[in-house]
């Protein structure tokens, strides 16, 4: 969950609230930040893209383990929707 400060601009139409009143980015149906491009790996919004988000390091120990998650629980939601 990626957690918006208050100061950051980002257009609300990207952002919701979590459920103890934070304001995050919106993830999509795919499961990533709607404004990760998912097929190119890379961010819509990078310029500005929230503080959190530019202390993560692409391709970095942290990116790969995320990835591995998501493309371990894509492959699980595949195999079970297919039953």
Known sequence: MVVLQPEESIPDHLTTYSPKGYRVMKRGEDGWCVAMNSVQMNCGIYE????????????????????????????????????
């Open 48 to 83: 500005t893209r929230p503080a959190v988000c530019r202390r993560f390091v692409m391709n970095g120990p942290y990116c790969r383990a995320i990835r591995e998650d998501y493309s371990r629980d894509a492959a699980k939601a595949l195999q079970e929707s297919a039953r």
